[in-house]
């Protein structure tokens, strides 16, 4: 078959286009994953704070985020701030194919069950409960 008779699907400007488009959303589907994510923890950050305190707070994520990272290094990428976690390095990784997107979804819902986990360690159910109220109906 000559170049010209090539069917459009095989043809390289289509291995490219496909090829954009896959990056396209495979990169979507990422930020999305992250987006949820991140408001998440932002959300558990901001509604323990007034409670337990900034300090209290960042070593309690901190803590989560060390006992998450022994089973995934890659949230290593994560930075806890006096703001809350911060996902720019996390985000700078481009690139991930769907194995390492269903990783990342893994790894972060592992940080969040740790964190709540050890909140329930140290300030018992009342203050999970509110959180769990305040959490619930999100999809992860």
Same mark, same amino acid.
């Given at each position: 078959?000559? &170049?010209?008779?090539?069917? +459009?699907?095989?043809? +390289?400007?289509? %291995?490219?286009?496909?090829?954009?488009?896959? %990056?396209?959303?495979? /990169?979507?589907?990422?930020? #999305?994953?992250? #987006?949820? =994510? &991140? $408001?998440?923890?932002?959300?558990?950050?901001?509604?323990?704070?007034?409670?337990?305190?900034?300090? @209290?707070?960042?070593?309690?994520? #901190?803590?989560?985020?060390?006992?998450?990272?022994? @089973? =995934?290094?890659?949230?290593?990428?994560? /930075?806890?701030?006096?703001?809350?976690?911060?996902?720019? /390095?996390?985000?700078?990784?481009?690139?991930?194919?769907?194995?390492?997107?269903?990783?990342?979804? $893994?790894?972060?819902? #592992?940080?969040? !069950?740790?964190?709540?986990?050890?909140? !329930?360690?140290?300030?018992? $159910?009342?203050?999970?409960?509110?959180?769990?109220?305040?959490?619930?109906?999100?999809?992860?």
């Amino acid at each position: 078959m000559t &170049e010209q008779n090539k069917r +459009p699907e095989e043809s +390289p400007g289509h %291995e490219i286009a496909e090829k954009m488009v896959a %990056e396209r959303v495979s /990169q979507a589907r990422k930020e #999305e994953v992250l #987006e949820i =994510y &991140e $408001d998440l923890l932002s959300t558990l950050w901001n509604r323990i704070l007034p409670t337990l305190g900034r300090v @209290t707070v960042a070593a309690i994520m #901190e803590r989560a985020l060390a006992m998450t990272e022994e @089973t =995934y290094p890659a949230l290593g990428r994560l /930075q806890v701030t006096n703001d809350g976690v911060a996902f720019d /390095q996390l985000r700078v990784r481009v690139g991930m194919g769907e194995e390492e997107r269903g990783m990342l979804r $893994d790894a972060l819902k #592992e940080l969040v !069950a740790n964190l709540i986990d050890i909140l !329930a360690m140290l300030t018992g $159910d009342i203050l999970v409960r509110k959180l769990m109220i305040e959490i619930e109906g999100r999809s992860l």
